[in-house]
C-alpha cells in the first residue's frame, strides 16, 4: 500500500510539473495554460499568475484582479495575497467532458484597475477514479440447444468514464465450459465482448448455465466491474429475426417535442407461431442515449421521451437487438444526429464595469469589459454587438468573446450626468435572436465650468438719501457644475470712489449675492456708482466671472430753491445769526429803481434762483406771493422777470415792497422767497431821498440801545461807588485837618503866595488844562486815545528856587511842587518832562469799547479835593455819540481838574474796573457780529446819561 500511494504520489507531482512547463512556455506566448488532475479538493494550487503575468502582487489587491469561468459554476479562484490560481470547486473530468480525450477549462483573469483581461486555459486530466460498470448487473440469454458451436452472442459492454489507460482495457469470463469470451474491436476503437458457443448444448443435461463476467481497467490499481449472466437452453428454432438495416441513420432538429417518434426499426422472421415473434429491446446505449430515447418492444418505433439540446448532446448511437419467441436475434446499430435549431438568445455577461467615472477622463477610456457568448453553432452561434445610438461610446473587441466598451469622445456632466449604456448583441439565425445589457454610468464632475450671470450686466435706481443698509439689487449667477463646485459665492472687486475705498459704501453678501448700501447717498456729490461684482465657485482651483453693476442715484427733492439775485439779506425780527423767517423759508431783499413814466411791461428786475436738485425737482416757477400794490408789479411764470402789469398813477406809493416765491416741481414742493423793494422815482438822487427818508422807523436799534444803556450804568454805579469811597477817605482825612497841625505844617507852602492858586473855599487849582480825544469803534480793527499837543498848555509858571521869590504864573508848577514837603507825591521825571512829550495818539484793542485806563498814566492830576468839604467840580464832558455801519465812536473832553497827590492811584483803580466792563461789552459786541446805527436823536439820550452820571 505504502508503495503504490507513494508511486501515485511521484506520478501527480511529475503532472505537477509538467502542467507549470506548460504553463511558462504558453505565458511566454501571451496566454496561460495550466494542467492539474481531476477530483483535487477546493483551494488546490492551479498556477502562480502573478508571476507568470509579471503582475505586481500589491497592485492584484487594489485593482480588483478576480478569474471569471464560463458557465454558471466558478471552478477556479485567484488568491489576491499570494497571486495563485486555485481550484475553487471539486472538479470531476467526467462529468465536464464526457466522451472527450481532451478536457479544457477556460477562465479569464480580469484587472478591474486596468480594464485588462487575460485569457488561462486549464486542462484537466484524468485519474483512475471511476469503475467499470455494466448496465444489468443481472443478464438473461436464451439459446436454443441446436445451437452450432463457434455461434457468437453479443453480450452487454461496460462503461468506464476515464480516459486512456484509466479507461476500461480488457473482459474475461468465468463459470462454465461450453462458452467462451471473444473481445472484438470496434471501428471507434471500442471493445466488445460476445459469447462464443464452444461446446453443444443440451437441454436434457443442463437446462441453465451460469456465467461471470469481468470487465478491468488500466489503473494502477485497476478497478474491475462485473456482470452475472444466465444462458437458458431451449429447444430448436430453424430462423433467427434479420433487421431490414444494418445501420440506422436520423437527423432530427433540436426542438423536436417530446413523444415524437424519430424512427421505427423493422426486423422480420420468417418462422410461425412463436418463432416468428420479434420482439425488440436496447441492447447497448449510454445513461443519457436510454433516458432520452424510448424503444417500442413490440413495434421497434424509437420515441423521444425528453428534449434534446445540441449544445449538450448532438449525436446518440444505440444498439437495437430483435429476438424471436425461439430465442434467435439479429442486431442493428441506430445513430441518431441531433441538428442545431437558432434556440439560444446570446448571453452577455458584465466581467467588469465601472459605475462612475471622470467627465475629464480621455477618449478611450475602457469603462465596462463584456463577455458575449451564443451556444449555438454554425451561423446561429454567430453573435453581431452594438450600442444604442446617440451615446459617447464604443465597442472594442478585446478577445474571442469578449468586447470592451470605451468612451469614443470627451464627456461632458453638465449635458448628461448619466448614462444608461444599452449593449445589443444578435446572432445570424433565421429569425435572428437578441439580447441586451444595460450599463449604468454615472459622470463625474470636474470644475469645468465658470459661473455665469443671469445678466450680461446690472443696473439699478436707488433714491438718495436712502437708508444705511438698504437692499440695492440682487445679483444671480449659476454654475452648470455639480456639488462643491457649483456653490458660487459673491465679493466686490475692489475700487475707489471719491477717494475712499469702495466697499465703505457698498457691500455684497457673499451667499446670496444681495448688494446693500452701507452709507447715504447725496445725488448732489454722487451720480453713478460703477462697481464689479466677482462670483466664484468652489472647486479646486475656483473659477470666477465678473459682472458690472450701475448705480444710478435718483434724485430726490431735498434742496430748496437758492435765490442769487436780490442778494441775501437777513429777515426782519431774526435773531443774531440767524436767517430766515419763522417756518424756514428763505428770505431776501434788494432795491430796484422803476421810472414812473414806465409802459405796462417794462422790466424792472428779475429774481434769479437756482435749485441743486436735476430734473424735473429742479424746474423752476415763480409767483408774486405779497405785493404793497396789487395788480401793478408781475413775475414771469418761468423767467423770474418782475414787469409792470400796468403804467404807475400818480396816486401810487413810491416805495413797493414785492415777495417773491421760487418753487420747485418736486413732490412735495419746496420754495424760497426773494423781497424786492421797488421805488418809482425817476432819477438816483429821488431814489436816495426816498431810501433815506424811509430807512429810520425800519433800523432795529433797540436791542443795542438796550445794551449800551446797560453798559453806561454799570459804569455809572461802579463810578459813583469809587466816589463815595473817594469821599469818605477826604473826610477821614479833613477831620484830621481839623486837629492842630504840627509845627512845621505851614511849611509846605513857604513862599508861595496865595495868589498863585485859583480855587474857591479852600480848593485850590493849578492853572494848568490837558484836552484829549477818544475814538471808539465795534468793528475796526483799531480805536484810539489821541492827545493833541495844542490842547496841553502851562497855566502856571515853573516854581523858582526857594531863594528866589517869583510871580505864582512865573513858578514851574512841578518845580513847586517838588520843593514843598507836603506837595503831590508826583515824580520828579514825570513832573519834569514837558507836555509835548506825550503821547499823540493811544491805539486801543478792538475787543474794547472804551478802555480808560491810560489814564492813570496821565502826568497831571484830575480831581483835587482839600479839607474843605466843598468839591470843586467843574466837568465839561462832550459826549458825541455818532453810530453808523464802518463808523466810529469818538467821545471829545478836556479835564481840567486839579486833584490831590493821592488821587491817581484811585483813577487807576476805577480805570482798571471801566476797562473789565468794557472788555465783557466788546466781547458780548463782537459774539453778535452786528452793525448798528445810531441817529441824533439816540445821541443826545446818550450825552444826557453821561451828563447825569458824571
Not at 283 to 301: C, Q, Y
Not at 577 to 583: Q, R, T
Request: hydrophobic share 40%.
Amino acid at each position: 500500500m505504502c508503495a503504490a500511494r507513494e508511486g501515485r504520489c511521484g506520478r501527480r507531482q511529475r503532472a505537477l510539473l509538467c502542467c507549470v512547463l506548460v504553463a511558462a512556455w504558453e505565458a511566454a506566448r501571451g496566454q496561460l495554460r495550466y494542467s492539474v488532475p481531476e477530483e483535487l479538493p477546493k483551494g488546490s494550487f492551479v498556477g502562480d499568475v502573478a508571476t507568470d503575468l509579471a503582475l505586481e502582487l500589491a497592485a492584484l489587491g487594489a485593482r480588483g484582479a478576480r478569474v471569471v469561468s464560463p458557465g454558471r459554476t466558478q471552478y477556479f479562484a485567484l488568491h489576491a495575497s499570494s497571486g495563485h490560481l486555485v481550484t475553487a470547486e471539486r472538479i470531476d473530468r467526467e462529468q465536464l467532458c464526457r466522451l472527450l480525450e481532451k478536457c479544457v477549462l477556460r477562465c479569464e483573469l480580469i484587472v478591474e484597475g486596468e480594464m485588462k483581461v487575460y485569457a488561462i486555459e486549464v486542462e484537466i486530466t484524468d485519474i483512475n477514479d471511476n469503475t467499470p460498470k455494466f448496465e444489468e448487473v443481472q443478464m438473461q440469454e436464451e439459446m436454443s440447444e441446436t445451437t452450432a458451436i463457434g455461434f457468437r452472442f453479443p453480450l452487454p459492454v461496460a462503461h468506464d468514464p476515464d480516459v486512456g489507460v484509466n479507461s476500461l482495457q480488457s473482459y474475461a469470463l468465468s463459470g462454465d465450459e461450453h462458452f467462451s469470451l471473444s473481445v472484438q474491436a470496434g471501428a471507434d476503437g471500442e471493445k466488445r465482448p460476445e459469447l462464443v458457443l464452444a461446446k453443444a448444448l443440451d437441454r436434457e443435461e443442463a437446462a441453465f448455465h451460469e456465467l461471470l463476467l469481468r470487465a478491468s481497467d488500466g489503473g494502477d490499481p485497476a478497478r474491475t466491474g462485473t456482470a452475472r449472466i444466465r444462458v437458458a437452453v431451449l429447444d430448436a428454432n430453424d430462423n433467427a429475426p434479420a433487421f431490414s438495416q444494418a445501420v440506422y441513420t436520423v437527423r432530427v432538429p433540436e426542438d423536436v417535442p417530446v413523444g415524437s417518434t424519430l424512427l421505427t426499426v423493422t426486423a422480420t422472421d420468417p418462422d410461425d407461431g412463436t418463432n416468428g415473434d420479434v420482439k425488440y429491446a436496447l441492447k447497448k446505449a449510454t445513461e443519457t442515449a436510454s433516458k432520452i430515447f424510448h424503444l417500442e418492444p413490440e413495434t421497434g418505433a424509437i420515441r423521444l421521451v425528453r428534449n434534446l439540446d445540441f449544445e449538450e448532446w448532438n449525436s446518440y448511437e444505440m444498439e437495437l437487438q430483435a429476438r424471436d419467441g425461439g430465442g434467435l436475434f439479429d442486431t442493428a446499430k441506430v445513430s441518431i444526429s441531433v441538428t442545431d435549431v437558432n434556440d439560444n438568445a446570446p448571453e452577455i455577461s458584465v466581467r467588469s464595469a465601472l459605475s462612475e467615472i471622470s467627465e475629464d477622463a480621455a477618449p478611450g477610456t475602457v469603462v465596462a469589459l463584456l463577455h458575449v457568448q451564443d451556444r449555438d453553432s454554425g451561423a446561429n452561434g454567430e453573435v453581431r454587438c452594438s450600442l444604442g445610438e446617440g451615446v459617447p461610446f464604443r465597442l472594442e473587441r478585446a478577445l474571442d468573446d469578449y468586447y470592451s466598451v470605451v468612451t469614443a469622445r470627451e464627456l461632458d456632466r453638465e449635458r448628461a450626468s448619466e448614462y444608461n449604456v444599452t449593449v445589443r448583441a444578435a446572432d445570424g439565425g433565421s429569425p435572428a435572436l437578441r439580447s441586451g445589457a444595460v450599463l449604468a454610468l454615472r459622470v463625474l464632475d470636474v470644475n469645468d465650468n465658470a459661473p455665469v450671470f443671469a445678466e450680461a450686466r446690472y443696473s439699478a435706481r436707488l433714491p438718495e438719501n436712502n437708508a444705511e443698509g438698504a437692499l440695492v439689487l440682487t445679483v444671480r449667477a449659476w454654475d452648470a457644475d455639480w456639488g462643491q463646485n457649483a456653490r458660487v459665492r459673491y465679493r466686490l472687486r475692489e475700487g475707489r470712489l471719491r477717494g475712499a475705498p469702495l466697499s465703505s459704501y457698498v457691500s455684497v453678501q457673499a451667499e446670496t449675492g444681495a448688494l446693500y448700501a452701507l452709507r447715504s447717498f447725496d445725488y448732489e456729490e454722487v451720480r453713478e456708482v460703477e462697481l464689479w461684482v466677482r462670483a466664484e465657485d468652489g472647486g479646486a482651483p475656483p473659477l470666477s466671472s465678473n459682472v458690472s453693476v450701475r448705480l444710478l442715484i435718483a434724485d430726490e427733492n431735498d434742496n430748496a430753491p437758492q435765490v442769487l439775485y436780490p442778494p441775501a439779506a437777513p429777515a426782519p425780527g431774526a435773531g443774531v445769526g440767524a436767517w430766515g423767517s419763522a417756518s424756514g423759508a428763505w428770505s431776501w431783499a434788494g432795491v430796484e429803481l422803476a421810472p414812473r413814466s414806465a409802459e405796462p411791461g417794462a422790466l424792472v428786475a428779475k429774481v434769479v434762483a437756482v435749485d441743486a436738485d436735476a430734473g424735473q425737482n429742479a424746474w423752476l416757477s415763480y409767483e408774486l406771493a405779497k405785493a404793497t400794490e396789487p395788480g401793478l408789479f408781475r413775475v414771469g411764470l418761468h423767467s423770474g422777470e418782475v414787469r409792470t402789469a400796468r403804467s404807475p398813477l400818480a396816486r401810487d406809493a413810491a416805495r413797493h415792497s414785492l415777495v417773491v416765491v421760487v418753487k420747485d416741481r418736486g413732490r412735495p414742493a419746496l420754495s424760497a422767497t426773494a423781497t424786492l423793494t421797488v421805488v418809482l422815482a425817476e432819477s438816483v438822487a429821488e431814489l436816495l431821498s426816498e431810501l433815506g427818508s424811509a430807512a429810520a422807523p425800519a433800523e432795529p436799534a433797540g436791542s443795542l440801545t438796550r445794551w449800551l444803556v446797560l453798559a453806561v450804568a454799570a459804569v455809572s454805579c461802579l463810578f459813583l461807588a469809587f466816589l463815595l469811597l473817594l469821599l469818605a477817605l477826604r473826610l477821614r482825612r479833613w477831620r484830621r485837618s481839623r486837629l492842630p497841625p504840627p509845627p512845621s505844617a505851614g511849611a509846605a507852602l513857604r513862599g508861595v503866595p496865595a495868589s498863585h492858586f485859583v480855587g474857591i473855599d479852600g480848593v485850590r487849582a493849578f492853572l494848568r488844562s490837558y484836552s484829549h480825544d477818544v475814538s471808539l469803534t465795534a468793528d475796526s480793527r483799531k480805536s484810539q486815545l489821541r492827545c493833541a499837543g495844542g490842547s496841553c498848555c502851562d497855566t502856571l509858571p515853573a516854581r523858582p528856587p526857594p531863594d528866589e521869590a517869583a510871580p505864582l504864573r512865573g513858578e514851574d508848577a512841578a518845580a513847586h511842587r517838588a520843593a514843598e514837603p507836603d506837595g503831590l507825591p508826583v515824580s520828579a521825571a514825570t513832573a519834569a518832562a514837558p507836555a509835548s512829550s506825550l503821547p499823540s495818539r493811544f491805539s486801543l484793542s478792538s475787543r474794547s469799547l472804551c478802555s480808560l485806563s491810560s489814564l492813570s498814566r496821565f502826568p497831571y492830576p484830575l480831581f483835587s479835593l482839600h479839607s474843605h468839604r466843598r468839591l470843586l467840580f467843574t466837568p465839561l464832558l462832550y459826549c458825541v455819540v455818532s453810530f453808523s455801519s464802518g463808523r466810529c465812536i469818538t467821545l471829545g473832553s478836556p479835564f481840567p481838574f486839579s486833584v490831590s497827590p493821592s488821587f491817581p492811584a484811585l483813577l487807576s483803580i476805577m480805570a482798571l474796573a471801566v476797562r473789565g466792563v468794557a472788555f465783557l461789552l466788546s466781547s458780548l459786541l463782537s459774539s453778535f457780529s452786528l452793525k448798528f446805527v445810531v441817529n441824533a436823536p439816540h445821541s443826545l439820550c446818550c450825552c444826557a446819561l453821561c451828563r447825569a452820571v458824571f
